[in-house]
Every structure is written in structure tokens, then in C-alpha cells.
């Protein structure tokens, strides 16, 4: 069965950091792309950053930029999501999935999902 399991969430002040690890199971994603996505109540959901099989391309949001970083370990079929400098904006549940197609941070690319794990950050 294939699973994506999303950890590392939690409650944070503005300025702190977290980061969120998703690992895979059920099936090999070196050669997928993987990102992470994030939803906030009421908005639309929005693609944070996105990294190749081959760790060379990474994509990032712009509101992201310089804040966040993700990377992965092949091995353990495992992406991670730092998160630095978090802001009360950043408050999403963060999804990570995985890509038979292309690397953007169009969701629909995207076939395997994980649950989520909620990032709030308080002013």
C-alpha cells in the first residue's frame, strides 16, 4: 500500500522554526519528484516547494523563498521541509506528495498524497 506519513508539525512563535519529514512506504520514490504543499482555512491550496529525484532542481514559492528549504533522503525514501523564520502566514496543514510527472508546484502533476500535519505560528 502505498503511504506518505507527514510529521513534525506544531505550534511555533513568529521567527521559530520547525521541520516537517514525510516518509514513504509501499513504494520507491527515487525517482519521483516530491514536494510540499499547504492549506490554509478558506484559501486555496498552494504549492511551498518542490525538489528532482536527482536533488539537483528545487522550486520554491515565492513567499517562500529564503525561508524554507527541502531535501531529501533517497535511501530512506524520505523528504523533509525546513522551515525558518516562520511567520503567522505560514499557518497551513502542509501536505507532502509525490509526482510521476514534472516538478512544478501545480498540484495536479502530483498522484500520491499524505495526510497532513498542521504548522500553526502565533504573532
Known amino acids: 500500500q502505498v503511504q506518505l506519513v507527514e510529521s513534525g508539525g506544531g505550534s511555533v512563535q513568529a521567527g521559530g522554526s520547525l521541520r516537517l519529514s514525510c516518509a514513504a512506504s509501499?513504494?520507491?520514490?527515487?525517482?519521483?519528484?516530491l514536494a510540499w504543499f499547504r492549506q490554509a482555512p478558506g484559501k486555496e491550496r498552494e504549492g511551498v516547494a518542490s525538489?528532482?529525484?536527482?536533488?539537483?532542481?528545487?522550486r520554491y514559492a515565492d513567499s517562500v523563498k529564503g525561508r524554507f528549504t527541502i531535501s531529501r533522503e533517497n535511501a530512506k525514501n524520505t523528504v523533509y521541509l525546513q522551515m525558518n523564520s516562520l511567520k503567522p502566514e505560514d499557518t497551513a496543514m502542509y501536505y507532502c506528495?509525490?509526482?510521476?510527472?514534472?516538478?512544478?508546484?501545480?498540484?495536479?502533476?502530483?498522484?500520491?498524497w499524505g495526510q497532513g500535519t498542521q504548522v500553526t505560528v502565533s504573532s
Open positions: 506528495a509525490a509526482s510521476t510527472g514534472d516538478c512544478s508546484l501545480y498540484g495536479g502533476n502530483y498522484n500520491y
Open positions: 525538489i528532482s529525484p536527482t536533488y539537483i532542481i528545487t
Open positions: 509501499g513504494y520507491t520514490y527515487s525517482r519521483n519528484c
